[in-house]
């Protein structure tokens, strides 16, 4: 019988379980939409979920904060989320309106910077 694996990030919590999430090594970041149109990001233990914001009418470029490319308007939506424990403080970000393709182009970096933004104050 095979023995367990246990990833670094698991030892870590198991032996230091206050460890700040700054300081752990980084793990898979899941990035995707719900069926409500929300957006997740999450790394285990942590999970962040974005809340999607009505349309603007806009011509202007943006740039998506999950891949860094340039997109239009139409292709792009504004989301927010609450920040630490005070969920009347919020944050805002722009993200592709096509998860699925922006979360093969972002760079795993960049989502824990996200979801860290979401979860330290």
Known sequence: MGEKVFEERELILELFPGTSPE??????????????????????PLHL????LERTSSTT???????????SRTAA???RFGVGENQRHFRYVALC????????????????????R???P
């Open 61 to 71: 470029p943006i740039i998506c904060e999950a891949c860094l490319r340039h997109i």
């Open 97 to 116: 309106r096509d998860t699925e393709s922006c979360s093969g182009a972002s760079r795993p970096g960049r989502l824990r910077e996200i979801l860290l």
């Open 77 to 79: 939506q504004f989301f």
């Open 49 to 52: 979920v974005l809340e999607p």
């Open 23 to 44: 300081l752990l090594p980084p793990g898979e970041v899941l990035y995707y939409r719900d069926g409500e149109g929300r957006v997740h990001i999450q790394e285990s």
């Open 118 to 120: 979401g979860i330290l």
